[in-house]
Nanobody, 123 residues
Framework: QVQLVESGGGLVQAGGSLRLACAAS????????MGWFRQAPGKEREFVAS????????LYADSVKGRFTISRNNALRTAYLQMSSLRPDDTAVYYC????????????????WGQGTQVTVSS
């Protein structure tokens, strides 16, 4: 089991950047595929990006390709989401999650979740 804590959210103007971090306090971090999801008010939780156990493979939602970059540092037990060229429709609570499965983009494929961090992009 792994416990995850996100940080780095906040308020930013459109076109700006933020970096989210997800720290694992327990568990063997490099056993897990790490993913980022987001949920806007009134909407379902949606996949943003994922990264394989060694960081050698990544997946992105079409809506964030070219703007967001996922990475991880297994020695620091931390995953990151670098977000650039932010838009108002990126506003959401962002969650990191850990999975035993490779390549899944569905929330149900992730067993472990952080508490979420709010990202608000103003126009």
């Amino acid at each position: 089991q792994v416990q995850l804590v996100e940080s780095g959210g906040g308020l930013v103007q459109a076109g700006g950047s933020l970096r989210l971090a997800c720290a694992a306090s327990t568990g063997t971090f490099n056993n897990y595929v790490m993913g980022w999801f987001r949920q806007a008010p009134g909407k379902e939780r949606e996949f943003v990006a994922s990264i394989g156990r060694t960081g050698d493979s990544t997946l992105y939602a079409d809506s964030v390709k070219g703007r967001f970059t996922i990475s991880r540092n297994n020695a620091l037990r931390t995953a990151y989401l670098q977000m650039s060229s932010l838009r108002p429709d990126d506003t959401a609570v962002y969650y990191c999650a850990g999975s035993w499965l490779t390549g899944t983009t569905f929330p149900g494929g992730y067993a472990y979740w952080g508490q979420g961090t709010q990202v608000t992009v103003s126009s």
